[in-house]
């Protein structure tokens, strides 16, 4: 089932108009970019309370994407699933070394961000939650992904932020240093 899915997310690329392609290209492929540009206003909106506990969102997604990223290479260690253009013949879209496919990381990072803010900042997570299953099926529909690949890096984040959630004694110390040191040179400057 999960090639056959991926097989008719793919075919719809024989179809798609160009601008459709590419702009799920761009994102498939450049998506980290933006979660960047967010954890930056994340850390740089508000003001007082509303920008410390920004900022402590934006360390805590920071903190589960880590984490996300480490369980989904030690996955790659101890299952190896191949891309699907390295076994079947595919719309490729997408370059990509042939390597290991399963968990996603575009789609754990994006999964991050959605499960991490839907959590913390909800009005954001309506927004990133569509976003992430959108850079999911971009990441099948360019030829780099089956669709279980997706659910494993959905997963997968989802199973960091609640790490991270669940521990927030252990980083609030550092938390607290952070945004701490961070007001003492915002407020220098």
Do not use: C
């Amino acid at each position: 089932m999960n090639y056959e899915l991926f097989q008719w997310i793919n075919n719809l690329t024989v179809d798609a108009p160009a601008w459709l392609s590419d702009s799920l290209v761009f994102l498939a492929d450049k998506v980290e970019y933006l979660y960047i540009v967010l954890l930056l206003l994340l850390w740089f909106l508000g003001t007082g309370a509303a920008k410390t506990e920004n900022r402590r969102t934006s360390l805590y997604t920071f903190l589960a994407a880590m984490g996300g990223f480490l369980l989904s290479y030690i996955i790659a260690k101890l299952y190896t699933h191949p891309r699907p253009f390295m076994v079947h013949d595919v719309h490729q879209l997408i370059p990509h070394a042939p390597e290991n496919s399963f968990p996603s990381d575009h789609a754990t990072l994006a999964f991050v961000f959605a499960w991490m803010l839907w959590i913390r900042k909800r009005s954001w997570g309506y927004v990133l939650l569509p976003l992430a299953i959108v850079v999911g099926f971009a990441r099948v529909y360019g030829g780099v992904h089956y669709p279980m690949d997706i659910v494993g890096g959905a997963v997968v984040a989802g199973v960091a932020t609640w790490v991270v959630l669940r521990l927030t004694r252990l980083w609030e110390p550092l938390i607290q240093l952070t945004t701490k040191v961070s007001k003492n040179f915002t407020s220098q400057g």
